[in-house]
């Protein structure tokens, strides 16, 4: 089962749950009743074709090449150069 981290809009409570993927997500705060929003982190892009150099190359999805950038900020994006 994943764990899924939550935060308090209130008092900034955080609590880390395991729950099934259908689950229905909690809510409620244990800690002040306020309302709990799921914290979501950012996934890494893994490419399985070796390191990713900088600057633009193509991420292949199928039979079609896709271009893809990497932004200043060193995420990768889908589409040409700025």
Not at 5 to 20: F, G, L, P, S, V
Request: net charge positive; glycine share 10%; charged share 30%.
């Amino acid at each position: 089962m994943p764990k899924y981290e939550y935060r308090c809009r209130t008092c900034d409570y955080r609590i880390e749950m395991k729950q099934a993927f259908g689950e229905e997500p909690v809510t409620e705060c244990p800690k002040c009743q306020g309302v709990l929003v799921r914290v979501i982190f950012p996934v890494p892009a893994i490419f399985k074709r070796g390191k990713p150099s900088k600057g633009q190359r193509t991420h292949k999805v199928g039979n079609h090449e896709i271009p893809i950038h990497q932004t200043e900020e060193g995420h990768w994006e889908q589409g040409g150069m700025r």
